[in-house]
């Protein structure tokens, strides 16, 4: 927890919750450290929410068939009326180095009952004991699984979108880039992108006087400054030209349907986000964009009114994308 409360424009509702919590939460230090303060964090908020019980909602926990943990969460309304419903395959927020299933179970909740779609969260494997590019491969193969298995729960294999946030929503472009090089993509209609780091600061090229927002992050803004996204990509050691892990490096995103950012107006990477919606707009590519003014990094993990707005506006987004 930070010591700092210095007023940076965030929103009331934000800063009265800093109240409750004693300070401004910022993961910090190596990942080791940072693996451990999101754990606490995790254990506060989903008491702070009131436990993890949604009405409407029921999961099952199981493993891929390469052994991984996934957790699937099916919209108990949608499926009581007999019909098949949309997948999504969601991968957790944690700079491919820390988070969890458990860290985004009331996001996913809540965008399962939303949306009245089945999601399957998945497990990926972190850095630093797997570098990259294992995080990407897993989370491929763990939507090829959940593709395979989606009949088992209900689903429709001809509905699937692709959904994460931070690392995770750059692992949902990545993961529909890659299976669509490889010929594979077929059943995935769209993707829904919450706050995606999908550039290097290093590689930003022609874009660089627009990426302010990470520069000028330090030791200011909630959640995660630059030091802490420099400590992941550093700890995961991914090739900056990589066009699938930095998908900005990716030349064609025309291949992409559809696609839902979004970008939070205090935070790091506020710049990957609206690079990215400049780029899909001079492509053409179907998207659309929402920022959400005066909050940080994944917000939307904590108990605010502002996100339980945004549940429902994701929803929509989710929507979109499939339609």
Same mark, same amino acid.
């Given at each position: 927890?930070?010591?700092?409360?210095?007023?940076?424009?965030?929103?009331?509702?934000?800063?009265?919750?800093?109240?409750?919590?004693?300070?401004?939460?910022?993961?910090?230090?190596?990942?080791?450290?940072?693996?451990?303060?999101?754990?606490?964090?995790?254990?506060?908020?989903?008491?702070?929410?009131?436990?993890?019980?949604?009405?409407?909602?029921?999961?099952?926990?199981?493993?891929? #068939?390469?052994?991984?943990?996934?957790?699937?969460?099916?919209?108990?309304?949608?499926?009581?009326?007999?019909?098949?419903?949309?997948?999504?395959?969601?991968?957790?927020?944690?700079? !491919?180095?820390?988070?969890?299933?458990?860290?985004?179970?009331?996001?996913?909740?809540?965008?399962?009952?939303?949306?009245?779609?089945?999601?399957?969260?998945?497990?990926?494997?972190?850095?630093?004991?797997?570098?990259?590019?294992?995080?990407?491969?897993?989370?491929?193969?763990?939507?090829?699984?959940?593709?395979?298995?989606?009949?088992?729960?209900?689903? #429709?294999?001809?509905?699937? !979108?692709?959904?994460?946030?931070?690392?995770?929503?750059?692992?949902?472009?990545?993961?529909?880039?890659?299976?669509?090089?490889?010929?594979?993509?077929?059943?995935?209609?769209?993707?829904?992108?919450?706050?995606?780091?999908?550039?290097?600061?290093?590689?930003?090229?022609? *874009?660089?006087?627009?990426?302010?927002?990470?520069?000028?992050?330090?030791?200011?803004?909630?959640?995660?400054?630059?030091?802490?996204?420099?400590?992941?990509?550093?700890? *995961?050691?991914?090739?900056?030209? #990589?066009?699938?892990?930095?998908?900005?490096?990716?030349?064609?995103?025309?291949?992409?349907?559809?696609? *839902?950012?979004?970008?939070?107006?205090?935070?790091?990477?506020?710049?990957?986000?609206?690079?990215? #919606?400049?780029?899909?707009?001079?492509?053409?590519?179907?998207?659309? *964009?929402?920022?959400?003014?005066?909050?940080?990094?994944?917000?939307?993990?904590?108990?605010?009114?502002?996100?339980?707005?945004?549940?429902?506006?994701?929803?929509?987004?989710?929507?979109?994308?499939?339609?």
């Amino acid at each position: 927890m930070a010591a700092t409360t210095e007023d940076i424009g965030l929103a009331p509702e934000w800063m009265e919750l800093e109240k409750k919590l004693g300070g401004r939460p910022l993961l910090s230090g190596d990942t080791f450290s940072m693996r451990a303060q999101m754990d606490g964090l995790t254990g506060v908020l989903h008491q702070a929410w009131g436990g993890m019980d949604i009405p409407g909602v029921t999961t099952i926990d199981t493993m891929s #068939d390469s052994n991984l943990p996934v957790r699937v969460y099916l919209p108990d309304e949608a499926l009581a009326a007999g019909k098949k419903v949309p997948l999504g395959v969601y991968y957790h927020c944690g700079g !491919y180095c820390i988070g969890s299933i458990e860290a985004d179970d009331v996001l996913v909740r809540n965008l399962c009952l939303e949306s009245q779609t089945i999601l399957i969260s998945v497990e990926y494997r972190l850095a630093p004991e797997y570098v990259a590019p294992v995080a990407l491969q897993d989370s491929c193969d763990l939507t090829e699984w959940a593709i395979k298995t989606a009949s088992k729960w209900g689903a #429709d294999t001809t509905e699937v !979108y692709t959904i994460g946030g931070s690392a995770g929503a750059a692992l949902a472009v990545s993961v529909y880039l890659k299976l669509y090089d490889e010929g594979k993509a077929t059943p995935i209609r769209g993707i829904v992108s919450l706050s995606p780091c999908w550039v290097h600061p290093d590689k930003v090229d022609d *874009y660089k006087g627009e990426h302010k927002s990470f520069i000028n992050s330090n030791g200011r803004l909630p959640v995660i400054d630059a030091n802490s996204m420099i400590s992941f990509y550093n700890t *995961y050691k991914a090739p900056l030209d #990589d066009k699938y892990i930095f998908a900005f490096n990716y030349e064609n995103f025309n291949v992409i349907r559809k696609i *839902y950012i979004v970008a939070a107006e205090l935070d790091p990477l506020l710049d990957d986000s609206a690079i990215f #919606d400049r780029k899909l707009s001079e492509q053409k590519v179907n998207h659309k *964009y929402k920022m959400y003014e005066s909050l940080p990094h994944v917000f939307w993990l904590f108990p605010l009114p502002q996100s339980k707005q945004f549940f429902k506006d994701t929803a929509k987004g989710i929507k979109y994308v499939l339609s």
